[in-house]
């Protein structure tokens, strides 16, 4: 019933920035915890971020932490993942996911019912 949409990606060069939408619809965005995954040519899906439905919880993988923010506008129902400092290692198709428990910030995979098609971060060094 909940629909996910990724959007933001693109080729950037090394130590540039992008950040990530994903616009959800269908249900009101409060209701799900969102988490961001990624998944690197001929590697499996890794954690990036997750942020609550509601109660403030964030959860921000090793990986990326430091350089990344992740937040939510409800009113626009849309969660972004703000990535700085991009390394070439980052290169990957971001994925967001819904958890449909709103206070859980997980970094399993399977903690999350519905995902979106993916947008592509290449970055050049």
């Known amino acids: 019933q909940v629909q996910l949409v990724e959007s933001g990606g693109g080729s950037v060069q090394a130590g540039e920035s992008l950040r990530l939408s994903c616009a959800v619809s269908g249900r009101t965005l409060t209701s799900y915890s969102i988490g961001w995954f990624r998944q690197a040519p001929v590697e499996e899906r890794v954690f990036v971020a997750a942020?609550?439905?509601?109660?403030?919880?964030?959860y921000i993988a090793n990986s990326v932490e430091g350089r990344s923010t992740i937040s939510r506008d409800n009113a626009k129902n849309t969660v972004y993942l703000q990535m700085n400092s991009l390394k070439r290692e980052d290169t990957a198709v971001y994925y967001c996911a819904a958890n449909s428990d709103p206070t859980v910030v997980a970094g399993i995979e399977s903690q999350y019912s519905y995902w979106g098609q993916g947008t592509q971060v290449t970055v050049s060094s």
């Open positions: 942020i609550a439905g509601r109660g403030g919880g964030k």
